[in-house]
């Protein structure tokens, strides 16, 4: 018999069981984990601020190198999370776990909006409809982040995060 909520037919995706994963996880963080936590919210959300700044003075294509810029931060965070053992006592395992699985999407939806993007700058579309495009990717991923926090619990140390920008 499925679990309640759930049809007999229906199969949950990766991110689901990633997401119910983490959650189940997060319950038993401490303040301090939380708010390491938030704090790589907070660094992808300055990026997506830097990336529409970028694709709003000087277009899509050197908005990119934003997401790049973000794709290291995050390798190089992931990679510092596995090589400090004294950084064990501040960050239980179950937190150090969370925070590079976030990581680890963190790389992946960026290098998927820079194929996007790219593909839409090789397509037919106007210069406008590519940076709407663009701007459009960029808020999907700062609602993903926000649905993160949410989910992990984490919202109260954060602000809600607005994109600004004028045309």
């Keep these: 018999m499925p679990p309640p909520g759930k049809s007999p037919g229906r199969h949950t995706s990766a991110g689901e069981r990633i997401g119910a994963s983490q959650l189940k996880q997060s319950k038993g963080l401490s303040v301090s984990e939380k708010r390491f936590l938030a704090s790589l919210i907070r660094q992808v959300w300055r990026a997506c601020q830097g990336f529409v700044t970028l694709v709003m003075e000087r277009g899509p294509g050197e908005a990119v190198y934003a997401l790049e810029d973000l794709v290291e931060w995050s390798a190089a965070q992931n990679a510092r999370l596995r090589a400090r053992p004294g950084r064990a006592q501040v960050i239980s395992l179950p937190a150090r776990r969370i925070a590079s699985e976030l990581l ?11 194929d996007l993007l790219g593909h839409a700058q090789q397509s037919e579309l106007d210069p406008d409809e590519v940076e709407d495009e663009a701007l459009t990717m960029i808020d999907g991923f700062l609602a993903w982040t926000t649905l993160m926090a949410s989910q992990l619990g984490i919202s109260r140390n954060l602000r809600p995060q607005t994109l600004w920008y004028e045309r």
């Design 104 to 114: 680890e999407d963190i790389g992946t939806f960026c290098n998927g909006v820079g």
